[in-house]
């Protein structure tokens, strides 16, 4: 018997059907093409469409889980007569955690005897996910909420992600690079590797020149910061571009010898502010700093 429910939202970039495979319950969040909303379905052929509309100049915007869309999600698990898990998206990169804050105050006021326990991942797409998956796999072996929640702090930091590019126009166009930097960039072939910091900070680690170089660059990364990978997944996520990240998974495992590579698509709440053309690789390692 199940002693939780665990709970996150869309942006951790697991296909819906892993999902209910995993019985993980996912707020599905909403992003707009001019004035019009769609959900995020997290399925793969719907993400194609995503990026096929900003290929052809359309700029999707989101916005962060509110305190009302929080508290009408946790309502529709009551049912389930269970506490519930839920991992955010990291708060060094958006409000949503502390929105989820605000939340659990309304919901201790309407129904003070259900427990709701809300992680700062400090982490974004699948890294959250990886988390999810593991709060899952807990559950199943039957620790208690405090008992996940225990060791998904102890753990969280130990998730490492590398980001990267060779397409800068996408970032210019969301503000997260400037016009002359993505110019510049984009004819020196420059392309950033970003990774999070312990708070879940996106920063730029390096800018390497040419991709084969950045390819490189990065295995000789995971490789340094990895431990025991043949015993673990490498989560590989790419915002459209699945022969290029497959091309990637495959190196750094053949390279460093990890069990085996999961490859999902990056969704619309870091695909809105990336484009199309990045990808990045998610493991098990030596704790960010």
């Known amino acids: ?23 993980i319950y996912p707020l599905q969040l909403v992003y707009y093409f001019g004035d019009e909303a769609y959900q995020d379905t997290m399925n793969q052929e719907d993400f194609k469409e995503f990026y ?12 962060q889980v509110n305190v009302y869309e929080f508290v009408a999600f946790w309502e529709s698990l009551l ?56 709060a899952a796999e807990l559950r199943d072996r039957g620790k208690t909420p405090q ?7 102890e753990h969280k930091i130990e998730i490492n992600t590398y980001y990267t590019t060779d397409n800068l126009e996408y970032l210019y166009r969301s503000g997260r690079v400037s016009r002359a930097g993505a110019v510049i960039g984009t004819a020196l072939k420059i392309n950033p590797i970003l990774r999070l910091d312990k708070e879940g900070h996106l920063l730029v680690q390096e800018k390497i ?27 590989i996520c790419h915002s459209d571009i699945p022969e290029k ?7 750094l495992q053949q390279k460093i010898g990890f069990k ?8 619309s709440t870091i ?19």
């Not at 096929?52 to 916005?63: A, D, F, H, Q, V």
């Not at 008992?147 to 702090?153: F, L, Q, S």
């Not at 991709?211 to 490498?234: C, F, G, M, Y």
């Not at 085996?260 to 969704?267: L, S």
């Open 52 to 63: 096929r509309k900003i290929r052809e100049g359309l700029l999707p915007k989101t916005s």
């Open 79 to 134: 049912s389930k007569n269970l506490p519930i898990v839920h991992i955010c998206l990291g708060s060094g990169i958006s409000g949503t955690y502390s929105n989820g804050l605000l939340a659990m105050e309304v919901m201790k006021e309407k129904y003070p005897d259900q427990e709701i326990y809300l992680v700062d991942s400090t982490l974004a797409s699948v890294g959250y996910g990886m988390l999810a998956i593991k």
């Open 271 to 289: 695909g809105t502010h990336a484009g199309p053309g990045l990808m990045a690789a998610f493991f098990y390692g030596k704790p960010r700093t």
């Open 147 to 153: 008992e996940c929640v225990d060791w998904m702090e």
């Open 260 to 267: 085996n590579v999961y490859y999902t698509y990056i969704g």
């Open 209 to 235: 020149r040419g991709t084969k170089a950045t390819i490189r660059r990065i295995h000789e990364i995971v490789e340094e910061l990895s431990i025991d990978p043949q015993s673990q997944t490498l989560y």
């Open 1 to 23: 018997m199940q002693k939780f429910c665990v709970a996150t939202d869309s942006g951790c970039d697991l296909p819906m059907s892993l999902c209910k495979e995993l019985e």
């Open 245 to 251: 990240a497959g091309d990637f998974g495959d190196g």
